[in-house]
């Protein structure tokens, strides 16, 4: 017959011993629960981490896709009923400062622009509109550009609309501007032209790829079109096109006749188990990450073409 043991003393002779764990055991369950923690929560933070880039990355896409979308509607929009002698239509693209909007800057804190204007009601001429409506003669201006007014280091895109109440306006530094993106590394634009106006769009003849398209830029800065990207005739523009050859003379942008747009995005945050091997081609801008040391953030390039509508009467 079984006895019943007291609590004390301990296992007395004759009695079943009421055993509680060792020390050894006790640890050895510590470092079991340890472990088990530890797995948990390095496999939560692993989770997080991955929500969190994968965040970064849809917000990036949502951005670009939304601000891309923007500037396409524009310049189908540009020299809308507009006269060909240069008062409507796109106006410049040349490189800004990305802290001050009024000054040109081809170093490496000038970004590419792009300003562009249309007829608010018409043409610049007030007058009636078919419709017997008054037309004012109202012209309406808008820019891109690429500032950091937050100073951490991403660009931020603005779209500035001269109809845009500046009172209204995001950011006092940008009186009429609108922020669309603030996660932008940078932003480019290339001009396909008819230079001959003969209706068709300028093509160069020559190896490797006959009628390959020119697309122009003012690498100079000057406010005419001067430099063919695809210097090398690859039908693409890259890093070995090296900043492009010269067309001969400058180009006014009234004879541009298609765009092309490139957006280039960037995380906010680095991430140290990253590395961007990529070189990206934004424009006339080659942006290397490894030689920028920034490899280690993740970036997103976006690019489209618009063929302008607006370009078919001539004075
Ligand atoms: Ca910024
Ligand atoms: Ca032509
Ligand atoms: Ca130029
Ligand atoms: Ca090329």
Redesign the pocket.
């Known amino acids: 017959m079984k006895k019943i043991c007291g609590a004390i003393p301990a296992n007395p002779e004759g009695c079943e011993a009421n055993k509680g764990f060792t020390l050894v055991e006790v640890l050895i369950s510590m470092v079991v629960a340890t472990v088990l923690v530890g797995a948990i929560y390095s496999s939560y933070v692993i989770q997080q981490k991955a929500y969190t880039v994968q965040r970064d990355l849809a917000r990036m896409e949502n951005c670009l896709r939304a601000a891309m979308q923007i500037i396409r509607s524009d310049l189908l929009n540009s020299g809308r009923n507009g006269e060909m002698d240069g008062t409507l239509g796109i106006m410049e693209s040349r490189r800004w400062n990305q802290l001050n909007l009024n000054t040109l800057d081809t170093g490496v804190n000038g970004f590419q622009g792009l300003t562009l204007t249309t007829g608010m009601d018409g043409d610049l001429a007030a007058g009636i509109l078919p419709d017997g409506s008054a037309d004012l003669g109202v012209t309406q201006t808008i820019s891109y550009r690429l500032l950091d007014t937050d100073a951490d280091g991403r660009r931020e895109l603005y779209r500035i609309d001269s109809n845009y109440p500046a009172g209204a306006a995001t950011v006092p530094a940008v009186p009429n501007g609108v922020l669309l993106c603030d996660c932008i590394d940078d932003m480019g634009f290339a001009f396909a032209i008819?230079?001959?106006?003969?209706?068709?769009?300028?093509r160069v003849n020559a190896p490797p790829n006959p009628s390959t398209l020119i697309w122009a830029a003012d690498v100079n800065n000057t406010g005419g079109l001067e430099t063919n990207l695809d210097s090398n005739n690859s039908g693409t523009i890259t890093q070995a096109d090296a900043g492009g050859v010269a067309i001969g003379q400058e180009v006014a942008y009234r004879d541009s006749r298609a765009v092309r747009i490139w957006l280039l995005a960037r995380s906010a945050r680095p991430d140290t188990n990253y590395h961007d091997g990529k070189v990206y081609q934004v424009g006339l801008k080659t942006i290397n990450p490894e030689i920028d040391n920034t490899a280690m953030f993740r970036r997103m390039l976006l690019s489209s073409t618009v063929t302008l509508r607006n370009r078919e009467r001539r004075p």
Not at 194 to 202: G, K, N, T, Y
């Open positions: 008819d230079r001959d106006h003969d209706e068709e769009i300028d």
